[in-house]
């Protein structure tokens, strides 16, 4: 499975406000990289970004972190590898033909149940 490379573009601060928390971020647009920008239909260009908090806030006091969401949909049809129970992945001979044969229920077990 690949690793996703983490891109910071930015940075901010969880304030109190008088209704309630609220993140004030900057971004820095030069860092947004083009391939994970998408043009809608309307023609508006997006980004999906993750905010997370700090473990401890930097010498500026910012106390959050701004990265580009790198993840990306797996094709239909594919299952990635990191998805898969643990014996279909070290064991290419598995006895189920696909992850979901593994977790089925066979059709005369539910008639031994007590209920």
Same mark, same amino acid.
């Given at each position: 499975?690949?690793?996703?490379?983490?891109?910071?573009?930015?940075?901010?601060?969880?304030?109190?406000?008088?209704?309630?928390?609220?993140?004030?971020?900057?971004?820095?647009?030069?860092?947004?990289?083009?391939?994970?920008?998408?043009?809608?239909?309307?023609?508006?260009?997006?980004?999906?970004?993750?905010?997370?908090?700090?473990?401890?806030?930097?010498?500026?006091?910012?106390?959050?972190?701004?990265?580009?969401?790198?993840?990306?949909?797996?094709?239909?049809?594919?299952?990635?590898?990191?998805?898969?129970?643990?014996?279909?992945?070290?064991?290419?001979? +598995?006895?189920? +033909? +696909?992850?979901?044969?593994?977790?089925?229920?066979?059709?005369?077990?539910?008639?031994?149940l007590p209920f």
């Open positions: 499975m690949e690793t996703q490379q983490t891109i910071y573009c930015g940075s901010g601060k969880a304030k109190d406000g008088k209704f309630g928390e609220f993140f004030s971020i900057s971004i820095c647009l030069s860092d947004l990289p083009k391939e994970h920008i998408s043009e809608a239909k309307n023609g508006k260009k997006y980004i999906n970004l993750n905010i997370n908090r700090k473990k401890e806030p930097d010498q500026y006091g910012k106390d959050l972190s701004v990265q580009v969401d790198t993840w990306k949909p797996t094709p239909q049809g594919s299952v990635p590898q990191g998805n898969l129970p643990q014996a279909m992945a070290h064991d290419s001979k +598995s006895q189920y +033909s +696909s992850p979901e044969d593994q977790y089925s229920v066979d059709q005369h077990e539910d008639q031994t």
